[in-house]
């Protein structure tokens, strides 16, 4: 097989990657400074839908990581190009919170319990029973179904949460509908990505602590991957998938004489 070509832009998942339960990783800073330094294109991705890029540029400065607004990419963004793609100018039932209502009202998205084009899950911190009924009524009177992510739990400092792809699991049971999903695994995440920062899979590169999620969305989207070993995957766990990162690492300590 032909030797790659050198790696020249990056894109990074954030928890078990860059932060781990509100605590940078050992060499995320030195990481992500280098990345600046360099001036390659890069992203910060996260599977949230939770946070505005803002929020979350504050969130992690306030940790002691500066990770510029442009260079951070949630699954509430990738979600909102996609519809402004399939359908402009659309209207939606929403499910979640600020960086999904945001990055819908900033495609002009019209937001509505009436007659919706959509219906659009994604994290909350309270679902709400009512918006529940809602939601499925909505897609059984032909609202067409979306999920920002599969993701069916998320971490907490108490343990882990009910996220939206466990969510979304109860909608389909009431409806028999089932979603379509935009966050990662789905390469379609990584490749808007790539075209947000001017970035060509065959020079780029995914780094992700969970084989179900990061390295299969970098692989299917053509990426060089990198598991890292500070999040939910093990070394045990990787034989057990029938695909493999192109590298694993212990951490992104690894990674920063790389860039």
Not at 17 to 43: Q, T
Not at 138 to 148: D, H
Not at 164 to 174: E, F, Q, W
């Amino acid at each position: 097989m032909a030797d790659r070509k050198p790696i020249e832009s990056w894109l990074t998942d954030m928890d078990g990657v860059l932060i781990h339960e509100g605590v940078p990783i050992p060499g995320a800073d030195a990481f992500l400074k280098k990345l600046r330094e360099s001036g390659r294109p890069f992203l910060v991705l996260t599977n949230n839908s939770i946070y505005t890029q803002r929020d979350l540029h504050a969130r992690l400065r306030r940790m002691g990581l500066d990770v510029p607004v442009e260079n951070i990419w949630t699954s509430a963004l990738a979600t909102a190009q996609f519809l402004d793609d399939q359908r402009p100018g659309g209207s939606a039932y929403v499910i979640g919170e600020a960086g999904l209502t945001t990055a819908l009202h900033d495609i002009g998205y019209v937001l509505t319990d009436h007659e919706p084009d959509f219906v659009i899950l994604g994290e909350t911190r309270t679902y709400s029973f009512e918006a529940l009924t809602k939601a499925v009524r909505l897609i059984n009177n032909g609202a067409r179904f979306i999920a920002t992510n599969p993701d069916n739990v998320g971490p907490s400092v108490e343990g882990d949460l009910p996220a939206t792809g466990s969510v979304a699991a109860l909608i389909t049971a009431a409806t028999g509908r089932k979603p379509y999903f935009v966050g990662k695994p789905n390469p379609l995440m990584m490749r808007a990505g790539l075209n947000a920062i001017g970035a060509h899979s065959e020079t780029s590169a995914m780094i992700g602590d969970r084989m179900d999620t990061d390295v299969l969305a970098g692989l299917e989207a053509g990426m060089r991957t990198f598991l890292v070993l500070t999040g939910v995957t093990q070394p045990a766990d990787v034989d057990r998938y029938p695909f493999r990162p192109s590298e694993v690492i212990d951490s992104i300590a690894d990674l920063v004489e790389r860039v």
